[in-house]
C-alpha cells in the first residue's frame, strides 16, 4: 500500500475555487498515472481527472471539464486539482489514487489512495 496524503480541501462558495494537492511519500509519484476520484455522500465514487506519468495524457469527467485542471510536478513528488467556479454538486471527499499504466478515470484499476479531504460547496 502506498502513502498518499491528500489536503486542501475546505468550505466554499459556490462560483469559488480550491486547489487540491496530492504528495507521497516513501514511494516516487513520478512512476504513476495520478487520478483524482470523488464520493459525495450517498454516491457512488466517480474519477474527476487523471493525468499520466509524463503528463502526455490527460482525461476530465464531463461534468468538470472547462472548470478544473489537473497537474503534476514530479520534481516535487507532488500532483494537484484545480478547481475553478465549484458548484454545489462537486461536494464530495476527493481522493488522489495511482495508477500503473497511463490515465484512467474508472475507479476499479486504481491501486492506492489516500485519506481523502473535504471540499464543501455552500452559500
Known amino acids: 500500500q502506498l502513502h498518499i496524503v491528500e489536503s486542501g480541501g475546505g468550505l466554499v462558495q459556490p462560483g469559488g475555487s480550491l486547489r487540491l494537492s496530492c504528495a507521497a511519500s516513501?514511494?516516487?509519484?513520478?512512476?504513476?498515472?495520478i487520478t483524482w476520484f470523488r464520493q459525495a455522500p450517498g454516491k457512488e465514487r466517480e474519477g474527476v481527472a487523471c493525468?499520466?506519468?509524463?503528463?502526455?495524457?490527460?482525461q476530465y469527467l464531463d461534468a468538470v471539464k472547462g472548470r478544473f485542471t489537473i497537474s503534476r510536478d514530479n520534481a516535487k513528488n507532488a500532483a494537484y486539482l484545480q478547481m475553478n467556479s465549484l458548484k454545489p454538486e462537486d461536494t464530495a471527499v476527493y481522493y488522489c489514487?495511482?495508477?500503473?499504466?497511463?490515465?484512467?478515470?474508472?475507479?476499479?484499476?486504481?491501486?492506492?489512495w489516500g485519506q481523502g479531504t473535504q471540499v464543501t460547496v455552500s452559500s
Open positions: 489514487a495511482t495508477f500503473r499504466f497511463g490515465c484512467t478515470l474508472i475507479i476499479e484499476l486504481l491501486d492506492s
Open positions: 516513501e514511494f516516487t509519484l513520478g512512476s504513476y498515472g
Open positions: 493525468i499520466s506519468s509524463s503528463s502526455n495524457t490527460i
